[in-house]
């Protein structure tokens, strides 16, 4: 039988949780670690996979502060991979961050910012940094629709987020990305 954890213990592991994700966005960029990335390349971007996998069983367990060591691990292992970057950030935002799983609403925000450092970050460092800052436009686009309190001026501030992000992305030559500022700059006036 499975039981559910306690509220005192799942507040302190959101707080940990929350502390690990604070402290690693406080950490400078970085940069190779691999003595010779070249020679090992292909054998970085499998590791790099197998901690994603882990990533997502530790996930599963309910085991977050593993899960993000792990991410976080598997990001320094292979940092030009979009997908890693998009995963923790949508892992931070829309799992950790969803109105159900954490009902205190600064946590939320906290949250919701982590994820956005993580993108900003991984614009340092992926292979598309347009795409991930789409990737911000969309997750401020479902925050303006699920859970508008996240701003101070409601869902009319986190569209003029997104559609901020999106016209970034097309500036970059994102084509997609500019019917998206569109929308946003119109549900941003409504």
Not at 32 to 42: E, F, I, N, T, V
Not at 52 to 65: M, S
Not at 67 to 90: C, F, I, K, M, V
Not at 151 to 171: C, D, K, T, V
């Amino acid at each position: 039988m499975i039981r559910a954890p306690s509220p005192a213990r799942y507040a302190a592991w959101t707080l940990v949780a929350l502390l690990l994700v604070l402290s690693v966005l406080s950490r400078p960029p970085r940069r190779a670690r691999s003595p010779h990335p070249a020679l090992l390349g292909p054998f970085l971007e499998l590791a790099a996979e197998v901690q994603w996998i882990r990533f997502q069983r530790a996930r599963l367990r309910g085991e977050e502060v593993r899960a993000l060591e792990l991410a976080e691990s598997a990001l320094a292992l292979d940092s030009r991979s979009n997908a890693g970057w998009e995963t923790l950030a949508a892992h931070l935002a829309l799992d950790l961050g969803s109105p159900e799983r954490e009902p205190a609403l600064e946590r939320r925000r906290l949250l919701l910012q982590a994820a956005l450092e993580v993108l900003r970050r991984g614009s340092l460092e992926a292979a598309d940094p347009a795409a991930l800052e789409l990737q911000g436009g969309l997750l401020l686009v479902t925050k303006a629709e699920t859970d508008p309190e996240l701003r101070p001026g409601g869902a009319h501030a986190l569209f003029g987020e997104a559609a901020a992000a999106f016209e970034r992305a097309a500036s970059s030559g994102l084509e997609a990305a500019r019917d998206l500022a569109l929308y946003a700059r119109g549900r941003e006036r409504e």
